[in-house]
Each structure stands twice: as structure tokens, then as C-alpha cells.
């Protein structure tokens, strides 16, 4: 079966480093995706990971361990328009979404 | 603006109608998904086509159907509706990729059909 796991809720400051962590269990693996979604509006990608280690990304980076089943988005210099969900969607036999996690910026 | 369009933005409707939501995809792309995303849910996938075709089937109901035409644009299909199925319906299209289409391609989302049921 498919499970994803990750904090529903995180509050950061302006400035500041976040860490959004999600572990999963998925039939296959296939890599695993990052998306970030404003609240109403359309998911849109983050980033891809399909080997262990670190991606960077301008202020985000994602980590992927395979074998821990386990990765995290790493944002940076917060700003308040980083406030949004970010959805972990590791791609096994499909790509599967978890529930995201609502990340709160304040100044 | 991911190159996705979906219509309309809102449909307000009743219990026991009908409504049909159309997606057209991003040039070139072969792939449509579709999904619902409600508050205590999440993303849900329902469906996938490619090229025409039914390629992958999530947690659809056998009251929504969903067809992609020969232009790539598809529509999803709701009816007998119920207060439950007020919800964002979003749809999905990612490239063409030699050897068909792989979980592993990325999708661009379009800005979403918000259906309230009343």
C-alpha cells in the first residue's frame, strides 16, 4: 500500500530556516515530488528527486533517503509568500499526494 | 500561469444535477489527470487519459466520468451530485515522454473548477 506522513501544520517568521519533513511507503519507487499550493489556487512544482542527497534550488532545497523512505523541503529566507501548503508526493506505480503541510509565515 | 485552462472557475449547482468541468492541456501534452482536492481529503486522484485513452483509475465514483477528445482536451463528468462533491476539481497535463507516460512526469496543474453543491 501507499502512506504518506507529514506535519499538517508549521509557523515560521520572515528570515527564517523551515524544514518540512515526510516520510512514505509506496508500491515502487519512482522518485518524489514537491509541489507548493496557495490556498485556492493550483498546485505548482517544486522540485523532483530520484537519488539520495540534496537538491538546491535557489532558497529551496529537497532531500530524498531511499532507503529511510524519507525526504524534506528545506526553505530559507522565508518570506511571507512562502506561505502555503506543501504537498510530498512520492511516484511509485502512480504518483500519490499527501496531504500537505500548511506552512504560516509571520512577520 | 502553467498553460493549463480549465472552465468555468465556480459552478453552483443542486443535488441530483449534472455538471460537466473541461480542462484543455498544456501544448504538446498528451497527459490529462484529474483531482479533487476537498478540505479533510486532500489531493485525491481520480483518472488519468492518454492520448485518448484511459490510462490510470484512482478513487473515482462511478457517478463522475471523465473522456479526453481527439483535440486533447477532456471533461470530467459529474452527476447525481451530492452535497459530498463540493470540492476543487483540478486537472493535470504533463509531456509526452517516448515509451508512454510514467508517474514520474511532471504534472502542471490548471487554476481549478470550485463546485459547490447546494
Known amino acids: 500500500g501507499q502512506n504518506i506522513d507529514q506535519p499538517t501544520e508549521m509557523t515560521a517568521t520572515e528570515g527564517a530556516i523551515v524544514q518540512i519533513n515526510c516520510t512514505y511507503q509506496?508500491?515502487?519507487?519512482?522518485?518524489l515530488f514537491w509541489y507548493q499550493q496557495h490556498a485556492g489556487e493550483a498546485p505548482t512544482f517544486l522540485s523532483y528527486?530520484?537519488?539520495?542527497g540534496l537538491e538546491e534550488k535557489g532558497r529551496f532545497s529537497s532531500f530524498l533517503s531511499r532507503s529511510k523512505g524519507y525526504s524534506y523541503l528545506l526553505l530559507k529566507e522565508l518570506q511571507m509568500k512562502d506561505s502555503a501548503s506543501y504537498l510530498c508526493a512520492p511516484a511509485g506505480t502512480a504518483l500519490i499526494f499527501g496531504k500537505g503541510t500548511t506552512l504560516s509565515v509571520s512577520s | 500561469d502553467s498553460g493549463v485552462t480549465q472552465t468555468p472557475k465556480h459552478l453552483i449547482t443542486a443535488t441530483g444535477q449534472r455538471v460537466t468541468l473541461r480542462c484543455s492541456p498544456r501544448?504538446?501534452?498528451?497527459?490529462v489527470y484529474w483531482y479533487q482536492q476537498s478540505l479533510d481529503q486532500g489531493l485525491q486522484f481520480l483518472i488519468q487519459?492518454?492520448?485518448?485513452?484511459?490510462?490510470a483509475k484512482g478513487n473515482i465514483l462511478e457517478r463522475f466520468s471523465a473522456q479526453q477528445f481527439p483535440d486533447l482536451h477532456s471533461e470530467l463528468n459529474l452527476s447525481s451530485l451530492e452535497l459530498g462533491d463540493s470540492a476543487l476539481y483540478f486537472c493535470?497535463?504533463?509531456?509526452?515522454?517516448?515509451?508512454?507516460?510514467?508517474?514520474?512526469?511532471?504534472?502542471?496543474f490548471g487554476p481549478g473548477t470550485r463546485l459547490t453543491v447546494l
Open positions: 528527486n530520484v537519488l539520495d
Open positions: 487519459y492518454y492520448n485518448g485513452e484511459e490510462r
Open positions: 501544448s504538446g501534452d498528451l497527459s
Open positions: 509506496t508500491s515502487g519507487f519512482n522518485g
Open positions: 493535470a497535463s504533463s509531456a509526452w515522454t517516448s515509451g508512454g507516460p510514467r508517474p514520474t512526469d511532471t504534472q502542471y
